[in-house]
């Protein structure tokens, strides 16, 4: 806290993504808190989240980004649909604001019942009002959530249920805005959809769910890592992440096993036709290679037919004690029950069936296959 406030006061201001950067998983009563410190330190907020976020917003997504998606798609559309709704400056802001706290207040009376018959149909009208203002406090301001949203795109979630989840922080935002604080709506805002967007990834962006805050230094440890390769020319290695992080060796390498997505081998190749799932080009280690799986059925086929020319009880006992059948080999006294024979009898018959497959007739069909 005091390295953050220290900052504020030698920058002159600071941002919510200050903030963020220090304390990614502040609630909403510390926000409140350090915006009370900077209040009492004379520290501004340099409108980050507000005009630089919108205003590139209002450019970026009306054409960079919208251009990104057909205008006939639902993306391309809901694009379209926000862009249209005005900015708000901040004395629209605070008007609307002040709306909402009246409609609050008239719902408060409505529901303590302490006013006169008469004025009823008034305050109904006054939290209509408000309800009407807070549409367009959220509708204007729709921009800042795809701003948000699109810098967590790839993350495993799809671009719409990020803005939607951005959307409902957006609503939450909207709901708990106050005005006298002087602060932007979208300074507060910020807060509120980027909570709603990285808790949507934490729950759905994986198969195995990793909590907000490891999800939060995995991002803080790869920007990181990023920085340092600009700064040395190199990949740093794991002992210089975690001397820059301050932690332990163990848990970068910890936390980038963590940041690995499993895949599903069912999941369809994009490019290719409509059948080909991401386990058709994974190699099977444990699978023979071409040559040898040619080479292993020829010796199987090959094996067949000697076995062919064999007494049906010599082939019984050979497929019972080399696995022949289902890859099982059973001891002589095993065998010997199987059969109805003594251990020893058992010995005697595969002794004189491997002398049988040692003739040179038979051995000569095997040889090339022995001598691989």
Known sequence: MANLLTEGQEKGHLSTDDILSSFPQIDEVGLTEIYDMCDGLNITYAEESDESEVDETQNDVDSRLASAFDRTDTVGQYLNEISIVPLLTHSEEVSLAKRMEQGKNSSRQIASGNHAQNHFQQLKDVVENARQARGHLISANTRLVVSVAKKYLGRGVPF?????????????????????????????????????????????????????????????????????????????????????????????????????????????????????????????????????????????????????????????????????????????????????????????????????????????????????
């Open 160 to 372: 719409l249920d990020l803005i939607q989840e951005g959307n409902i922080g957006l609503i939450r935002a909207a709901i708990k805005f106050d005005y006298k604080r002087g602060h932007r709506f979208s300074t507060y805002a910020t807060w509120w959809i980027r909570q709603g967007v990285t808790r949507a990834i934490a729950d759905q962006g994986r198969t195995v769910r990793v909590p907000v805050h490891m999800g939060d230094q995995i991002n803080k440890m790869y920007k990181l890592e990023r920085q340092m390769m600009q700064e040395l020319g190199r990949d740093p290695s794991d002992n210089e992440l975690a001397a820059a992080l301050q932690i332990p060796t163990t848990k970068v390498i910890n936390m980038k096993k963590i940041s690995h997505r499993p895949l599903s081998l069912e999941q369809p190749v994009a490019g290719l036709d409509e059948e080909s799932v991401l386990g058709d080009f994974i190699e099977d280690e444990d699978s023979l290679s071409p040559p040898d799986e040619a080479s292993q059925n020829e010796l199987r086929e090959q094996l067949k037919e000697v076995l062919g020319t064999l007494p049906p009880r010599e082939v019984r006992i050979l497929q019972l004690r080399y696995g022949l059948l289902d890859g099982k080999s059973y001891t002589l006294e095993e065998v010997g029950r199987k059969v109805g024979v003594t251990r020893e009898r058992v010995r005697q018959i595969e002794a004189q069936a491997l002398s049988r497959i040692r003739h040179p007739a038979n051995k000569r069909k095997l040889e090339d296959h022995l001598r691989d």
